[in-house]
């Protein structure tokens, strides 16, 4: 009895450790936070898991250990999204935190471990965690890939800088010269700042608006209408619109922050309210007046907008700028720093 006790004892500890890890954030931190225990309604996510933990409590020390790897993206990611998210305002500051707490934990572990899997294999298990903790909401949900890539846009790039920055760890695991290490540590830090801050924002610019740096060239002729029901097309010159569907406070006061620094020069400023039924209309015309704007409304209607050049995935306000009939800028409302920088670069006399 003893000797069957000693023989099954080191798999009871490890699938009761997996699930630890499994449920911690969904049942145990969301109820110590009092947030919702989620773990039911996503059961097509963690069934899986909990099955493949199973199967790997009766398999040998190194599939167990590359199998437990496999989770802990899941279990880290939930985590942090409910501990360190709310922590900061900017998501470059929390796509650097991340990236270096994989990599802190990918190393501790290899450092544990380093005798019953190779870097690479570990590499492999946290990547293929990853990967399944990315794509699996596209089969739990049923989503198209339109609809999957508008919804899962904000955690591309910060998955992508992830992803990278796991490799850039394996291969500091894998360096034996102490001088090479620090080098690579180095590497990997300066590496979660660049990820972080520049490709992280690049990357999510060129997947919402179909440019990286804002800069684009489409000709395109569309019909704005004016709060009077009439109708126009574009007018010539330099003429920039915020396009949105409603009117958010601080976003119409910034992008008139950004009218007022051109004030003189030969652009216009505009709003061009997406209009989604018929009565939506009068509802930003009278927002429009309550906030005393003192720029020219138009409206769009929804269907031509995203049939049209103008069309993004951001689901949310944006700014774009026309150069006659041409499409020259299309990018993020808030803030409204690049467009200004683009405006003062394409104004230069």
Known sequence: MRQTLQHYKPRIIYLAAYTLCLIFAPVILGGLLRHDIFLWRQWWFYLPLFILGIIGSLCKAKARNLIFLFQMPAALYSTFGMTLFWLFTDYSHYTV?????????????????HSIVSPWQMAGAFLGGMLYL?????????????TFIRIAEPDIPAHIVCLSGILLATLLCQTRHKAARAGMTVVVCAYAFIGGFHLAPTLSHLIRYGTATGRMEKQTTFVIRHPDSTVSSAPEGYHAYLVTDYFDIWKIKKYEGLAAMFRGRPVRFSILAVQRHPRQAENLVSQYQTLHVRMPLYFIRAEQL????????????????????????????????????????????
């Open 97 to 113: 935190t991340v990236m270096l707490l994989y990599c802190v934990f990918f190393v501790l572990w290899h450092t544990r471990f």
């Open 306 to 349: 995203e049939t049209s050049p103008l069309a993004t995935r951001s689901g949310d306000s944006f700014i774009c700028i026309f150069k006659n009939d041409t499409l020259i800028f299309n990018g993020e409302s808030d803030p409204t720093s690049r467009a200004a920088r683009f405006l003062s670069k394409e104004l230069q006399p």
């Open 134 to 146: 990315f794509f699996c909401p596209k089969l739990g949900y049923g989503y198209d890939w339109h």
